[in-house]
Structures are given as C-alpha cells and as structure tokens.
C-alpha cells in the first residue's frame, strides 16, 4: 500500500525560484493536509482541503499556494522562494477530520 | 487556534511513567495524539472522540476532558522505544471543519 506520496524527497532552491511540492494518496481520502516543521518545532498548517475543488488557508499560508482538481492530487505551490521558507514539508490525508492521518515522508527544502 | 502542550521536554528512566497534557482555548470536538521519531514523520497513536471513554495504545492511553477542553496522554512503564516528539491535533470543527491543527510537541527520552 502506497499510502501518502510525496515528491521530491529533497530538493534546494535559490531565493526567488519556483516550485511545486506534488502530494499523492491512494486511499480515497477526502481530507489533505499540508504542514511546515522548522527544525525543532511544531507542525504549522499552511492549507486544507476538503474534497476537490475545496480548499482553505491554515496558520501560515503566506508565500504559498494550493489546488485539488483531484480526491488523490494535492500539490504546494511555492512562488518565489524565501529563505524563511527552508523547512521539512509534510503533506497527510484522512478520511475525516476525526479519523487517522496519514503521513507521507517529508519533503526536505532548503532555500539558499 | 493552535493547542498548547505541556511540559515541553520529559526525561525519564526505562520502566517510568509520563504524563503529557494538551489544552484548547476553543471547544473540542476530538483530539488526535500522534508520536515522531527523529528525521521521521509522525505516526497515528489514538484519537479521542468527544463523548468517548478513555482509550488505550499498548502500555500509552489518553483521556479526554471536554469541559476543560484538555486531554491527557499516559505513558506507563516507559520503553526505549517510547522516546519521541509527541504532538496532539485538533480539528477546529464548525465552519472550519477539516482544519487540524497541532501543539508545539513534547520531547520524551527515554533512557536505560
């Protein structure tokens, strides 16, 4: 079982580019998820969604961007990189919001 | 609004008992506890639904106080393998529905 996928596993930026963090599910969940960590720290929730075509700003949601076209589909937009903005990037799925969340592998970023 | 969770670090010896506290200034619907190892992403432990008894995980069970808007986490007779960053979640519920937030974590090492 594949679970949640996310790509790339490791990836540095410099200050200004773009990229797109891609977040897979297999399980026909109807509720992703994407967090930042900064090292030592909590998970920060940066958006949400529902279901496709549904999605909603969490904590920190400034610098970033989302879509959900699909259930399986999640992917982070990142509009010119900040160094503020280096972080390890979990996406997670759950059927609700009173059910387990599953957790992909992390993507690790750093801007330089 | 994120929950607070207190202490922020625990030491222990093999076979010593934990206890991890996590409060809300809003009403709780449920509360999600999840555990993460170093360079890992965290994983499911329980989740306490509102209403629901007390639950259990192995030698780790939780309670959950919706009038004070608080849960507890209880790790008994510590393992090694107990040692951790344990985070709980809680969804915002209402109009937010879906937005799941977490606490800044409790680090937890064990030793021999």
């Known amino acids: 079982n594949a679970g ?11 200050i200004g580019q773009s990229m797109t963090l891609q977040c897979t599910q297999d399980m026909n969940h109807n509720y992703m998820y994407w967090y930042r960590q900064d090292p030592g720290m909590g998970l920060k929730l940066i958006y949400y969604s529902v279901g496709a075509g549904i999605t ?8 970033y961007n989302v879509s959900r076209s699909t259930t399986e589909d999640f992917p982070l937009r990142l509009e010119l990189a900040a160094p ?4 390890v990037y ?7 919001e009173n059910t387990e969340a599953f957790f ?6 750093t801007v330089v | 609004q994120q929950p607070v969770q207190s202490p922020q670090a625990v030491i222990l010896r093999e076979g010593e008992d934990a206890v991890i506290n996590c409060s809300s200034s809003k009403a709780l619907y449920s509360v999600h506890w999840y555990r993460q190892k170093h360079g890992e992403a965290p994983v499911f432990l329980m989740i306490l639904l509102k209403g629901g008894e007390q639950k259990g995980h192995d030698k780790i069970s939780a309670s959950f106080n919706e009038k004070k808007q608080q849960s507890s ?3 008994t007779a510590s393992q090694l393998s107990y040692s951790g960053t344990y985070f709980c979640g809680t969804p ?4 937010s529905y879906g937005k799941l937030t977490f606490g800044q974590g409790t680090i ?5």
Request: aromatic letters at 8%.
């Open chain 1, 56 to 63: 909603d700003k969490g904590e920190v949601p400034n610098g």
């Open chain 2, 92 to 95: 915002a519920g209402g109009t």
């Open chain 2, 73 to 75: 986490l209880y790790l």
């Open chain 1, 90 to 96: 979990f996406c997670a799925s759950s059927y609700t």
């Open chain 1, 84 to 87: 503020s903005q280096t972080s």
């Open chain 1, 4 to 14: 949640v996928t996310q790509t790339p596993k490791f990836r540095i930026l410099k």
């Open chain 2, 108 to 112: 937890l090492t064990v030793h021999p």
């Open chain 1, 104 to 109: 992909g592998q992390g993507t690790r970023l």
